[in-house]
């Protein structure tokens, strides 16, 4: 199994901040790479797929990046309706493995 | 508007099978997707499950395999789970997604979950 690793696990930030989240795969996987985002009670909603393409309504202050075993998902200026726990999915091999989650907290 | 529902029982005794069917609103089942299912221990992380094709090939996690079914019924735009053997380690929340294809030349690897279920809680106890 590929495994992913996401870092931090957590992390607080403030309204208006640049968040970074990174995810780093046990083994290359191209740009097989997604990002999703899960507030509590709620499914999952794909924000990135293909590392770098942003999904439909989607706003444009997400974005991603890397390709091989290394990527980034930023949020360019943290919103209220942003802090949320995210993950990263690669969709290169069985089974498609998450990472572990990383969860964005008001400071 | 593509929707996706899960339905079944909520509570399954030990050494039992769980059943869920996903219906689709929105799309076709026998469209060129992967019909996903995802699962949620409480306070957890995400776990994929398997997946169905709709010429009916299918993936599954191996960790699962050996206890995990996944079928398709185009006469009712659905797709179901089976997990025999259930014991309390498989109490989550089971979401079904559609798996879309952003890469036609590789349907097999570009593979993102646009549309989810709102999810369905499935404890197992006696």
């Known amino acids: 199994d590929i495994q992913m690793t996401q870092s931090p696990s957590s992390l607080s930030a403030s309204v208006g901040d640049r968040v970074t989240i990174t995810c780093r795969a046990s083994?290359?996987?191209?740009?097989?790479l997604n990002w999703y985002q899960q507030k509590p009670g709620k499914a999952p909603k794909l924000l990135i797929y293909a590392a770098s393409s942003l999904q439909s309504g989607v706003p444009s202050r997400f974005s991603g990046s890397g390709s091989g075993t290394d990527f980034t998902l930023t949020i360019s200026s943290l919103q209220p309706e942003d802090f949320a726990t995210y993950y990263c999915?690669?969709?290169?091999?069985?089974?498609?493995?998450f990472g572990q989650g990383t969860k964005v907290e008001i400071k | 508007q593509v929707q996706l529902q899960e339905s079944g029982p909520g509570l399954v005794k030990p050494s039992g099978t769980l059943s869920l069917t996903c219906g689709v609103s929105?799309?076709?089942?026998?469209?060129?997707?992967?019909w996903t299912w995802v699962r949620q221990p409480p306070g957890k992380g995400l776990e994929w499950i398997g997946e169905i094709y709709h010429s009916g090939s299918t993936n599954y996690n191996p960790s699962l395999k050996s206890r995990v079914t996944t079928s398709v019924d185009k006469s009712k735009n659905q797709f179901s789970l089976k997990l025999t053997s259930v014991t309390a380690a498989d109490t989550a929340v089971y979401y079904c997604a559609r798996g879309g294809i952003w890469d036609i030349v590789v349907p097999r690897n570009s593979i993102s979950f646009d549309y989810w279920g709102q999810g369905i809680l499935v404890t197992v106890s006696s």
């Open positions: 083994q290359t996987i191209s740009t097989f």
């Open positions: 929105g799309d076709s089942i026998s469209s060129p997707r992967w």
């Open positions: 999915q690669q969709s290169f091999s069985i089974p498609r493995t």
